[in-house]
């Protein structure tokens, strides 16, 4: 039986496969491209992708690793043009002041215009109920602003830095994401994604959230910021901070935070894995001052980003899917 | 480092998912924590043993109901390569997924129960690969511990699968006899198969040969955007990004523009400032020409002695995708080819093909949800395509609803429809 492929007329096989042979012994070097490469390669094409079929983009932009990298690979797909979209902070306002000042230094550097979504303003107006008692926290309340800021501002297409190996839900997660008129991710229905051909169609009031960095791990992220000098909030590195242990985390010390009977404060040597609202975000002890030492600590690390850093998602097994089918990053 | 990117193909019961989890436990890609959580979710579950499966099932509906519902992506490293997992489900919407998954796959690993052999899902699996033109495939007959090691019993198995993959395109086929349960043949070598002298799963992983499977003669550029800044410093400055999907590109090639059909020279090739000396599939990059022509997103840049096929009239398999609605002749739908986007028309279903016979069913009307079939498609637009089997990247497309907007259909083409 034939091949379902074998169509009548359609042949000239042996003809092609000689002419490819001949080309490769030609070539012995042969056309490689290494991991990052290739990584950079696609997130690229579809940061363009997006630009070229979406005309209401934005990039979120919160100072962190990755979206220093995301928006890193943005101008890179652009240059020498500008970046043709403006950047968005969905402030929570328990910032790391060191990445604001990150944050305000890189917008200015680019000439970029800034859109800040606040998430103490939505709490003053009483959008957002804010919670209370010591392990209140404001990130599950970003996601008010942040979709009341694609609303008003009508983004078609917001760029997230989340990537499929930090945390399960978004192991599931589409490149181009779907979202309906309220924002929500319905993960049993998403579209299916086929080779490189991103499905960017939607209704007005719909949008998508696209993910360029979904097939990059932490270490991809690392190891990119090492080779292409992407400078960090110094956060990031070794520095003496005041921190307090909970539930085996330690936590940097801040007029956010209340405190619980039997929590102390100590000083001690730590970096932030990752850069989110102070309340929620932990550190680890470090002495690493550069981007190769943190790589050589995280190839050793046997505990995830998320799991060493992050508090919400402790709650529960589904607390990230739960937070991203509202509309959450 | 190299990135390769697989496709899992198979069911629970196969020990897919306990192939995958030793695969990342013993690659130390599996840390303490998400070890722990599973752990407690097991015994929260009353579940016998660590239940590696609930590693890799993360929404809320697979866990209560002990099932995948969709494509997963999971990444491990080794010193050698990067590893992208996209692992598809066996039991809900098997075919959707497994095409999804196969679609950007450099190879696709199927699991075999020693014990059951080549079943109808295996036949199901291996066509899906090789419709899917998946460069590499490996067979894992897994449980060997469940069958003493029994040369004769991966001997059986690997003679009958080899007879039924003739009737497949398989470029590179590969068997291996493992027990992902004890690791035997996964990342070390078993010493219970002294018989078995090929490598273990990971060092195959690790070192398949995927740099030849582009297609690196037929130049294909298809311009997604033209990138003109508009400033006083970069008065001159155009170029057109896009994605190398074939050939090599070099300064200074004549080149061919399509639908123009003009020819001039590649006068630059860059990204962000750094220049190039070639270009090759998959970078991104710019290119710039000798002189200014008119050109768009969804145009193709080609070499002058070998372009793309060109027209309106595609002979193509296509995969329907959709619950809610069947594919059939006279539909109307939007097309996706590269950059270009325009609208089709489905003028003829040739026949629906059984994904488990093989079977061609001529009197079928209509495609249904993971149903494939042979049709031919009118577009609005000439497409600038090749054979899928000569490229994967110009030779597929999706379809689109344009009153849902969902993706219903994946295409790849055989040729012009005549």
């Given at each position: 039986m034939s091949h379902p492929l074998d169509v009548p007329g359609v042949t000239g096989e042996e003809g092609w496969r000689g002419c490819r042979e001949a080309v490769l012994a030609y070539r012995s070097v042969s056309y490689e491209l290494s991991h990052l490469e290739a990584l950079e390669a696609e997130s690229i094409f579809i940061i363009r992708e997006v630009v070229a079929e979406l005309d209401r983009p934005v990039l979120l932009f919160s100072g962190g690793k990755d979206s220093a990298v995301m928006l890193h690979l943005a101008v890179k797909a652009f240059a020498p043009a500008p970046l043709p979209f403006p950047l968005m902070h969905v402030d929570t306002?328990?910032?790391f002041p060191e990445v604001i000042q990150y944050r305000d230094a890189r917008v200015a550097e680019l000439g970029a215009r800034l859109i800040v979504a606040s998430v103490q303003e939505a709490i003053d107006a009483g959008r957002v109920a804010e919670e209370k008692g010591p392990r209140a926290s404001r990130n599950r309340a970003q996601t008010v602003p942040l979709l009341e800021a694609i609303e008003k501002h009508q983004f078609n297409a917001v760029f997230g830095g989340a990537r499929r190996d930090e945390e399960k839900a978004r192991a599931k997660e589409r490149v181009f994401s779907f979202r309906d008129e309220f924002g929500q991710w319905d993960p049993k229905n998403q579209r299916p994604e086929l080779w490189s051909l991103y499905n960017a169609r939607h209704r007005r009031g719909e949008h998508l959230r696209v993910f360029p960095l979904s097939n990059w791990t932490e270490l991809d992220i690392w190891q990119y910021i090492d080779q292409e000098r992407v400078a960090l909030p110094s956060i990031y590195f070794s520095h003496r901070r005041e921190v307090f242990r909970r539930d085996g985390m330690l936590m940097a010390w801040s007029p956010f935070l209340q405190m619980l009977p039997g929590e102390e404060v100590t000083t001690a040597e730590v970096r932030f894995r990752t850069v989110g609202d102070m309340t929620c975000t932990a550190c680890v002890e470090s002495t690493a001052t550069t981007v190769e030492q943190v790589i050589t600590e995280i190839r050793a690390s046997r505990v995830t980003e998320r799991g060493a850093s992050?508090?919400?998602?402790?709650?529960?097994?589904?607390a990230m899917e739960d937070r991203k089918r509202e509309g959450y990053f | 480092m190299e990135l390769l990117r697989f496709a899992t193909a198979g069911s629970v019961d196969d020990g897919k998912s306990t192939l995958i989890g030793r695969l990342l436990y013993d690659t130390k890609s599996i840390l303490e924590d998400q070890l722990a959580a599973v752990e407690r979710t097991s015994k929260a579950r009353g579940d016998e043993y660590v239940n590696l499966a609930l590693l890799l099932d993360g929404l809320k509906a697979e866990r209560e109901q002990g099932i995948t519902i969709d494509v997963a992506y999971r990444y491990f490293a080794t010193a050698k390569r990067k590893f992208i997992i996209a692992d598809t489900p066996g039991h809900l919407q098997y075919t959707r997924n497994m095409v999804t998954g196969a679609s950007t796959a450099d190879l696709a690993l199927i699991l075999v129960d020693a014990r059951k052999g080549v079943l109808e899902q295996t036949r199901r699996h291996a066509f899906i690969a090789s419709l899917l033109r998946v460069p590499h495939l490996v067979l894992c007959i897994n449980k060997m511990d469940l069958v003493n090691f029994d040369q004769a019993v991966f001997d059986g198995i690997r003679e009958e699968f080899r007879k039924f993959s003739m009737k497949l395109d398989v470029a590179d086929l590969t068997f291996i006899p493992i027990s992902a349960l004890g690791g035997d043949n996964v990342v070390s070598r078993s010493d219970k198969m002294p018989w078995y002298e090929g490598p273990t799963l990971l060092h195959h992983l690790e070192n398949v040969h995927i740099a030849s499977d582009r297609n690196l003669i037929h130049v294909r550029f298809p311009v997604q955007s033209v990138i003109r800044p508009m400033s006083a410093k970069y008065h001159d400055y155009r170029a057109y990004a896009g994605q190398v999907l074939g050939g090599v590109l070099r300064p200074d090639d004549e080149v061919m523009v399509l639908p123009s059909g003009f020819t001039t020279r590649i006068r630059d090739l860059e990204l962000a400032g750094k220049r190039l000396t070639e270009a090759f599939p998959p970078m991104s990059v710019n290119v710039s020409l000798a002189e200014e022509l008119d050109i768009s997103r969804g145009d193709m840049i080609c070499r002058p002695g070998n372009p793309p096929l060109v027209g309106q009239d595609l002979d193509a398999m296509v995969c329907w995708l959709s619950e809610s609605t069947a594919l059939q002749p006279g539909a109307r739908l939007a097309i996706k080819h590269t950059t270009r986007s325009a609208r089709a028309m489905i003028k003829q279903l040739h026949y629906r093909l059984d994904v488990n016979t093989l079977h061609r069913d001529e009197q079928s009307a209509q495609l249904k949800l993971n149903e494939i079939g042979r049709v031919t498609l009118r577009t609005t637009v000439p497409l600038f395509f090749d054979e899928y089997r000569r490229n994967r990247h110009t030779g597929s497309f999706i379809l689109i609803d344009e009153a849902t907007n969902a993706t219903v259909g994946a295409g790849m083409i055989n040729g012009s429809a005549v």
């Open positions: 306002g328990h910032n992050r508090a919400d998602d402790k709650f529960s097994e589904t | -």
